[in-house]
């Protein structure tokens, strides 16, 4: 059972376009949803996260959108560069560090 | 330069024989953990530690056995390997144990022939 999932599983944008990363979890008691980058070769990295209070996080050109009752959250990538070509992973956690992670999605910025 | 160390970075290991997989932060980190990433699924919790004591294992089998020495060691003994073992191991480390930002090692990539 796939407690968090995303979509799409890939993803193709040209430079300077939004990239829209979709996730979904079943746990409601989940209260900590952190996103993170990772690129061939290296371990994942946190990028930003967001608690479950909030409905929005900013940072740069990377915004989360978390909506509770829905149990979804999306990940917005403004102006996307190549150099965000990577995979993203949006994961969960309730109170611990045991963090449950989604499937990922492969995202490709194209120049 | 890393903060968390992992060796070896690829390992090629025989079906039946066992292997210790290496990790050591230097975050000052109080917290340790280890995760699996394989082609079938996406990253899977296996263990964390906090102050050297076992804190949680979501790993069914025995043959897959942490080993802390230090507090910011954390070394993964695998016994019996199987073909399905076959994955990256990433070890990762936290200031505390609750919500906070978890840093990954660079990984071991594990392969059993």
């Known amino acids: 059972q796939q407690q968090v999932r995303q979509s799409p599983q890939s993803l193709t944008v040209w430079e300077g376009e939004t990239a829209i990363l979709n996730c979904s979890y079943e746990n409601s008691a989940f209260d900590y949803f952190p996103w993170y980058q990772q690129f061939p070769g290296e371990g994942p990295a946190l990028l930003i996260a967001?608690?479950?209070?909030?409905d929005k996080k900013e940072d740069g050109r990377f915004t989360i959108f978390f909506n509770k009752r829905e149990k979804k959250l999306s990940l917005h990538i403004t102006d996307s560069q190549p150099g965000d070509s990577a995979t993203y992973f949006c994961a969960a956690s309730r109170n611990t560090n045991k963090v449950v992670f989604g499937t990922g999605t492969r995202l490709q910025v194209l120049p | 330069d890393p903060k968390i160390i992992q060796k070896p970075k690829y390992l090629v290991a025989v079906t039946g024989s066992e292997k210790i997989l290496i990790c050591e932060q230097y975050?000052?980190?109080?917290?340790m953990y280890w995760y699996r990433q394989s082609a079938k699924k996406p990253l899977e919790f296996m263990f964390s530690?906090?102050?050297?004591?076992?804190?949680d294992n979501q790993t069914a089998s025995s043959r897959f056995q942490p080993q802390s020495s230090k507090k910011n060691h954390l070394d993964l003994q695998i016994t019996a390997l199987k073909p399905d073992d076959s994955a990256t191991y990433f070890c990762?480390?936290?200031?505390?144990?609750?919500?906070?930002?978890?840093?990954f090692g660079k990984g071991t990539r594990l392969t059993v022939v």
């Open positions: 530690y906090s102050y050297q004591k076992l804190m």
């Open positions: 967001i608690r479950s209070v909030s």
């Open positions: 975050l000052g980190h109080n917290a």
């Open positions: 990762a480390s936290s200031p505390g144990t609750s919500n906070t930002e978890v840093f």
